[in-house]
Nanobody
Framework: QVQLVESGGGLVQPGGSLRLSCVASGRFFSVNAMAWYRQAPGSERELIARATSSGSINYAASVQGRFTISRDNAKNIVDLLMDSLKPEDTALYYC???????????????WGQGTQVTVSS
């Protein structure tokens, strides 16, 4: 049984900072990548940042230079450090993990339940 649990969301003023954290629990053969998505009301879910086990990192243009994704591969933890937050960053943020549970299976996507980030003055 794979479970992703996010934490760290909340209310913050524009220009402020937040740190989101996600922990993947269960028995895995490999966690190939972990990522953060977000979805605002009326909008499609958007990939914000993704980090592979080999160290490749990608950011959406909307957050590049402000957000930082950080993985602890041994502990299956991924953090999202958010600086210089803007009202348009307000959304439900989801943790995503690409996990191969056994050696003979392909990787599958798993999702957390989401944590709300609200940027408002």
């Amino acid at each position: 049984q794979v479970q992703l649990v996010e934490s760290g969301g909340g209310l913050v003023q524009p220009g402020g900072s937040l740190r989101l954290s996600c922990v993947a629990s269960g028995r895995f053969f490999s966690v190939n990548a972990m990522a953060w998505y977000r979805q605002a009301p009326g909008s499609e879910r958007e990939l914000i940042a993704r980090a592979t086990s080999s160290g490749s990192i990608n950011y959406a243009a909307s957050v590049q230079g402000r957000f930082t994704i950080s993985r602890d591969n041994a502990k299956n933890i991924v953090d999202l450090l958010m600086d210089s937050l803007k009202p348009e960053d307000t959304a439900l943020y989801y943790c995503n993990a690409e996990i191969q549970q056994t050696m003979i299976q392909l990787a599958r996507n798993y999702w957390g339940q989401g944590t709300q980030v609200t940027v408002s003055s």
